[in-house]
């Protein structure tokens, strides 16, 4: 059996981590010294980019905190509101700039990126040395099933606007409106199944560790990490169009790929750092998890929030998009749906990731 070459337990690294999350700090006043000074559209969508990935984890971070001190129900919703804070942010911006596809794009690279990349890369390393690990198959089928539910519901306007033709353009509308709105009210359901009704599925990820900070800390924290995830996001977003002239970028790869990574780069080194420690469920409900909050909250807060700018988003998705996001998700389902994973199933996942990101650089 191969042995992982470094040391099992990744809390020997943790002071260096944050040291390197702490400097990368000093990158969101360089973007805004680049977007200031005109620098490269490429330049300046890079730093920006990199310089959300620090205030990502800073939210969460102050997140945790704060839900420590809580009840798991009010932990959850902490978690359910700022835990995909960032993808929000750039959403909002985007919106503003009439970005849309942009946008939707980086709803499917979120939901792709978490089950196939996050999960491949958690199950790899957390495998890498074990001959398998084991997990809660019922939780996982459970969240399975819901994100599978919630995913058939995403494309329904989409799917809707196929086979109806082009003239209903404003049901579409309404009809996005309608199933963001059921889609919401569905997220609430699942937080009331896992962390109350249905709790003893999920106690590995109901263990909260002590808090470190002071209620007063975390609050400035989340606060100034916020503003600068904001100012950040903003730069990157008036990047963007710039880039897509300059080097022939799609919205779509734009969107799918680099928003996606650089907005949930927080939680992949969370998912990561669980599976080496043996806590799989815990790297499970990051994962499956994350890509529900996006398919159930964020999407359609989204789409009710585009109703205030002149250019409203509905759920309809392109094809590929679609196709992308149903196999991810079955993908998924298959692998967790016996209850233990190994390194293998992690590279698969992986190579699947891989493959899909090349077809999304090279789509039109």
């Known amino acids: 059996m191969h042995k992982w070459p470094f040391p099992a337990d990744p809390a020997c690294y943790t002071g260096s981590v944050n040291k390197i999350f702490l400097a990368l700090l000093v990158l969101t006043p360089l973007a805004v010294v680049g977007e200031r000074l005109s620098w490269s559209p490429l330049v300046v969508f890079f ?32 978690n359910a509101t700022f835990g995909n804070a960032t993808e929000f942010i750039i959403g909002i911006f985007a919106l503003q700039a009439g970005l849309v596809e942009v946008v939707k794009a980086s709803i499917t690279g979120s939901i ?5 990349f996050v999960l491949g890369t958690a199950m790899l390393v957390g495998g890498w040395g074990r001959e398998r690990q084991h997990f809660n198959a019922t939780g996982a089928k459970a969240q399975g099933s819901m994100l599978l539910l919630a995913t058939t519901a995403l494309v329904i306007p989409a799917i809707f606007l196929f086979t109806a033709g082009a003239g209903n353009g404003i049901t579409v509308e309404y009809l996005s409106i309608f199933v963001a709105v059921l889609m919401i009210v569905a997220y609430g359901a699942s ?10 599925l999920y106690q590995e990820e109901e263990r909260i560790a002590a808090p470190h900070w002071s209620v007063g800390n975390s609050l400035v924290i989340l606060f100034f990490a916020t503003v600068g995830a904001a100012v950040a996001s903003e730069i990157l977003v008036g990047a963007i169009r710039p880039l897509i002239e300059s080097f022939g970028w799609t919205e779509l790869f734009i ?8 907005g949930n780069a927080a939680e992949h080194l969370s998912a990561i750092t669980a599976a080496r420690k043996g806590r799989m469920d815990l790297a499970l ?9 996006i398919v159930m909250f964020v999407a359609p807060l989204l789409v009710l929030m585009s109703l205030f700018f002149a250019q409203p988003m509905s759920l309809v998705f392109n094809v590929f998009e679609i196709i992308s996001i149903i196999f991810a998700v079955f993908v998924t389902n298959s692998v967790i749906e016996d209850g233990e994973s190994t390194w293998f199933e992690g590279s698969q996942l992986l190579v699947a990731y891989v493959i899909m990101a090349v077809a999304f650089f090279y789509h039109p």
């Open 47 to 78: 730093i920006s980019a990199a310089a959300i990935v620090p205030l990502a984890k800073y939210i969460g971070d102050a997140t945790e905190e704060l839900a420590a001190r809580t009840n798991p129900a009010v932990g959850g919703l902490l």
């Open 112 to 116: 792709i990126g978490n089950l196939l």
């Open 191 to 200: 937080l009331l199944f896992t962390l109350h009704t249905h709790k003893h």
């Open 255 to 262: 969107g799918v790929i680099v928003i996606a990574i650089v």
């Open 285 to 293: 409900q990051i994962s499956i998890g994350s890509a529900s909050q």
